[in-house]
Structure formats: C-alpha cells, structure tokens
C-alpha cells in the first residue's frame, strides 16, 4: 500500500488550491483516505506534463474489492488459515473468552475473524475497534499475521 510521501511526490506540488485543499500534502492525506480521488487535482488531470504522475496515482488509489466498512481486507490468496488474528484480535477475546480468547475455534457469533474453509473471513467488522466514534488504531490482527494477508486502508 502507497504511503502519504509516495503520494506526493507524484502530485504536481504547485499548491494551487483548484482541488480545494490548502497545499498539495493535505491533497495527498486526503487521496490516500480515499475522501478525493485522482481526478481531484485539476493540473493532475488536465496537464499533459504531469500525464505519469496521474497514470502512476491511479493505479495506487485504484478502488480495492473486498474492503470493509473498516478499510478491512483479508487477502485470501496470501491467508494460510493459521489463525493468528483470530487469537489476536481483542474483540474477539473480550466477544469469546473460551473459545477463540483461548486459542480454541471460536463459539460466538459475534467475533470479527473466523477460518472458515483455511481462509479467514471477516464478520461483524462493525464491531472493529477501527470502525465508529471511539475508534482507535488497532493493528493487532496485522501484526500478528505471517503473510500479510490482512491490510487496512
């Protein structure tokens, strides 16, 4: 996934203020958060000299399938099935002490990650600690995934 720096420097940097942002960094916090898209920037869309940086920014911002209300994706052609982010996950353990809190298969339905055919599946991603008013940065199901297969964007 592209970061802010890798963003910006694709962008025309004029701070021109025609995509309505202050300065062309806040335009690429925004493109990368997915609030505006490439379009966005008129001197990126309409200038023939910045036609590579467009071409590049989108294709990094291309729309993901898969993604969740959360900006949760589970990559099922990189999941093994392992399970980490199940144990891992602290809605499930606060959702399901003795099932998957323990280690074990999980036994409530209102867990967030469950293996489900050796892929993880996301459910009730609602309940995220990334997902509404109080939300907090939460990575623990991504830390704790050996192939990367879990992304947030």
């Known amino acids: 996934m592209a970061n802010v720096m890798e963003i910006y420097q694709l962008l025309p940097k004029t701070n021109c203020k025609e995509c309505g942002k202050s300065t062309c960094m806040a335009f690429a916090v925004d493109l990368l958060a997915r609030k505006v898209s490439v379009d966005d920037c008129p001197p990126l869309a309409n200038d023939a000299k910045y036609k590579a940086g467009y071409d590049k920014l989108s294709e990094m911002i291309a729309p ?17 099935g392992c399970g980490n982010c199940v144990v891992a996950c602290p809605v499930n353990v606060a959702n399901d002490p003795l099932g998957a809190g323990s280690g074990k298969a999980p036994t409530s339905d209102k867990v967030i990650f469950k293996v489900e055919d050796g892929i993880v599946k996301a459910r009730n991603v609602q309940e995220c600690r990334r997902f509404g008013e109080n939300r907090i ?12 297969a879990i992304e947030f964007v």
């Open 64 to 80: 993901v399938s898969g993604v969740t209300d959360t900006g949760l994706i589970v990559h099922e052609d990189k999941c093994i």
């Open 137 to 148: 940065l939460c990575v623990a199901c991504i830390d704790t995934c050996p192939t990367k």
